[in-house]
């Protein structure tokens, strides 16, 4: 009998994280991967030219450099070839006036910058990261927490509620000014600016949290992301975003641990309340001591993995309302040369975003929600051979465009020029679309297309084949609005980790904190199995 302590489904970042920690604590553990290797969204490949090394999806890891994880296993990763590179300058906006603004991870120099681009607004943004500090500690505490557990619930209710110098909130509970934030737009937080140009640089970045700088919630992405940026800037693995999960994978073999490429797991099997096995399309049937950990979505879950068991109707019901959020489309371009940024700045700028303004940005949003084509694409540049040479031939740079405002299936076209048939991604339209938004580059920076020398499109086709997880393209692992975020986060039938069956659990983007390489739900689901809970 094929028997482990812990089976993992799936081997992304966050299980191999979560596995890290249960094989350095002497647990017998398996992971099974569908692709041909692990890592989920981490992969590097030479996908337009030989030699030009791209990340085909994740590139940056911020969140993860400034986590529990990191600092946890920094020494092993490093052993095992994980070295990370930064820069001062993380994000920054191009404006197609011409105008730019760079978010250095100095808060002196970044209220410099917002004062030479309006006179208040260095005093402005000041005040507006005093008014978030005092929740900042337990926010960030937050994205290491079940939110069901009994310290995440002794933190939100500090957060949401006035409390005397005692620590108590009384009788009549009266809402904090914290509480305002999670009803608040990233638009209303940076109202106080006058500068339009800081005001796009900072309220864009709630898009790659999945939310819009209108929607309700999403105010307190912005100074949270600024914060984060700042604290862990731009980092990028040293040789491809794939190294950090060749590290980990490293790392769990070298721990005792077991990962099977090329396996797809088909069912999940239940007796007497538990999950005691996974049975694969292959037909192995692998056996689970103490759990089983799926890194899935709660649709994969409940309605494919789970489909022969009998399950609560609430969870099931749930699990079929779902929602994704929006595709993606990402263009890797080999260039015959770096790019000739007019602010010589943007040579060290991590991600940066080119827009005409908040409200262009705002307009090309509604168009993708609408499943239209954005008539004009608002989207981050970087290019990593400006911290990483070894990812080009000498001389030579890479460039990925992220356009995350658009339909996984378009039913038009905001500018009524490109046909989208059925809404899938035909080389036709990726081609016309593409070309859109490199039309949208050259704007910004002079030698582009003229310096491109290859191209490779990632679409929300491609996203949805490479990773079920995705649905039908959304690489967030499903919509991030208020109504299916924290503790409605995987269903709100099911607010944690945890699921119905005592002994399985979920991890993965699909549950809290949600997407991204955050290795958050892989720390906390470790310490739940470490802690004892079956």
């Not at 056996?287 to 089983?292: I, L, N």
């Not at 649905?471 to 499903?478: A, I, L, N, S, T």
């Not at 039938?493 to 390489?517: D, E």
Request: proline share 7%; with cysteine.
């Amino acid at each position: 009998m094929k028997q482990y302590d812990i089976i993992m489904i799936g081997s992304g970042h966050n299980a191999l994280i979560a596995a890290a920690y249960l094989t350095r604590a002497g647990r017998s553990v398996l992971l099974l991967e569908r692709n041909d290797r692990p890592g989920g969204f981490l992969r590097t490949e030479e996908l337009t030219l030989p030699g030009f090394k791209h990340d085909v999806y994740s590139a940056a890891h911020p969140l993860f450099l400034t986590g529990p994880a990191y600092a946890d296993f920094k020494e092993a990763l490093e052993a095992r070839g994980l070295r990370y590179l930064n820069t001062d300058l993380p994000t920054g906006v191009s404006m197609e006036s011409g105008e730019t603004a760079v978010l250095p991870r100095s808060s002196d120099a970044l209220a410099a910058e917002a004062e030479r681009l309006a006179p208040g607004d260095g005093a402005a943004l000041g005040r507006i990261f005093e008014t978030f500090a005092p929740y900042a500690g337990d926010v960030f505490e937050l994205f290491n927490l079940d939110l069901t557990s009994e310290r995440a619930t002794t933190i939100i209710d500090k957060l949401l509620h006035k409390h005397d110098q005692h620590g108590h909130s009384g009788h009549q509970q009266t809402l904090s000014s914290f509480s305002a934030y999670l009803f608040s737009t990233a638009r209303q937080a940076v109202s106080e600016l006058k500068s339009p140009v800081t005001r796009a640089m900072l309220a864009s970045w709630v898009t790659h949290l999945g939310r819009t700088p209108d929607e309700v919630g999403s105010g307190v992405w912005v100074p949270l992301t600024a914060m984060a940026l700042m604290g862990g800037g731009m980092p990028i693995p040293e040789g491809g975003a794939e190294k950090l999960a060749s590290s980990l994978a490293q790392l769990v073999i070298d721990q005792g641990g077991t990962i099977i490429a090329n396996s797809q797991a088909e069912r999940i099997v239940v007796k007497n309340g538990r999950a005691v096995a996974v049975r694969t399309a292959e037909g192995e049937e692998y056996h689970a001591k103490q759990a089983v950990v799926a890194s899935t979505g709660p649709d994969q879950l409940y309605l494919k993995l789970l489909a022969d068991e009998p399950l609560p109707a609430e969870i099931t019901t749930q699990a079929k309302q779902f929602r994704y959020g929006r595709g993606c489309v990402q263009i890797h371009l080999a260039l015959s040369e770096p790019p000739q940024w007019p602010d010589s700045r943007f040579n060290n700028v991590g991600q940066p975003h080119l827009t005409d303004s908040l409200d262009g940005f705002t307009q090309a949003i509604a168009q993708g929600m609408a499943d239209l084509l954005p008539a004009k694409p608002t989207f981050t540049v970087d290019c990593s051979t400006n911290l990483d040479p070894s990812r080009a031939p000498a001389g030579k740079a890479i460039m990925r465009l992220q356009v995350l405002e658009v339909p996984c299936r378009p039913r038009g076209d905001a500018a009524g020029l490109i046909p989208v048939g059925d809404g899938s991604w035909t080389p036709e339209l990726t081609e016309r679309f593409a070309e859109r938004v490199i039309s949208v580059v050259a704007k910004h920076i002079p030698n582009i297309p003229s310096a491109i020398i290859g191209k490779y499109v990632v679409t929300p086709d491609t996203i949805a084949r490479y990773n079920l997880n995705s649905g039908p393209g959304d690489p967030y692992g499903g919509a991030h609005d208020l109504a299916q975020s924290y503790l409605f986060r995987p269903l709100p039938a099911q607010p944690s980790h945890q699921t119905s069956i005592p002994n399985l659990y979920m991890l993965g983007a699909a549950t809290w904190p949600g997407h991204g390489v955050n290795g958050g739900s892989g720390y906390i689901v470790a310490q739940q199995l470490l802690s004892g809970q079956k």
